[in-house]
């Protein structure tokens, strides 16, 4: 079975800083790999996702995400955070090939502080 | 607008009192499904739902029923609600064109509490 591990639960950040959330993932076959992000009160959306091809993403928001596959990693990267960056971010998986379900690492709470 | 509607945002019920969460999506998309979301325990899957009249168990189904009577909506079910149960639940919809490639748009999340 496929499983998502993000190895930070909470990080914070000053304003204009750079960030790396952690995201590693373990599977016996090929998955589609994804971020979302979740501002408070609010659902997730699609920050950005790998499927094939190049390796480094760039999604919403100035995110961007490099897949490793000889790692199994997937962090995500954005060079200056703003205030409005502090969310909670999530991995998760898609199995090629089988069904449609995300599975989901357990977040990592990103704090911008000024 | 694309989205999905959860109803209620915010319940506080009783033990043992039948309730209904309600779930529709305007995008025509075949899959639909339903997590429960806990500190520490990121999103779980309960059910989901690859067209209508088919649906089949996640990884947390116990206690919740779901059903698919029409392309739009996915209710969630819980017949006798326990303490066990609060959570803030996410219902989400993709379509299965693009099969894992796509993206899942997700209701704004509904807050229950079981008293």
């Known amino acids: 079975a496929q499983s998502v591990t993000q190895l930070d639960s909470q990080v914070p950040v000053f304003e204009e800083a750079p960030v790396e959330l952690r995201c590693n993932y373990s599977?016996?076959?090929?998955?589609?790999l994804f971020w979302y992000v979740q501002y408070p009160n609010q659902g997730l959306q699609l920050l950005l996702k790998y499927l094939s091809g190049s390796t480094l993403v760039k999604g919403i928001n100035g995110f961007e995400a490099e897949f490793n596959k000889s790692q199994t990693s997937f962090h995500l990267r954005k060079p200056s955070v703003h205030i409005s960056d502090t969310a909670e971010y999530f991995c998760?998986?898609?199995?090629?090939?089988?069904?449609?379900?995300?599975?989901f690492g357990k977040g990592t709470k990103l704090t911008v502080n000024p | 607008e694309a989205q999905v509607t959860q109803n209620p945002r915010y319940l506080i019920t009783v033990t043992g009192k039948k309730l209904t969460v309600t779930c529709s999506q305007n995008?025509?998309?075949?899959?639909m499904s339903w997590y429960r979301q806990d500190p520490g325990l990121g999103l779980r899957q309960i059910y989901y739902s690859m067209n209508v009249e088919v649906t089949d168990k996640g990884d947390v189904p116990e206690g919740y029923k779901v059903s698919r009577k029409e392309k739009r909506n996915f209710p969630l079910i819980l017949e006798s609600p326990s303490p066990n149960q609060t959570s803030l639940y996410f219902c989400?919809?993709?379509?299965?064109?693009?099969?894992?490639?796509?993206?899942?748009?997700f209701g704004q999340g509904t807050r229950l509490t079981v008293v």
């Open positions: 989400a919809s993709s379509s299965l064109r693009g099969r894992g490639n796509t993206e899942a748009f």
């Open positions: 599977s016996s076959v090929s998955v589609y």
């Open positions: 998760a998986v898609i199995i090629q090939g089988g069904s449609e379900k995300l599975v």
């Open positions: 995008m025509n998309h075949e899959y």
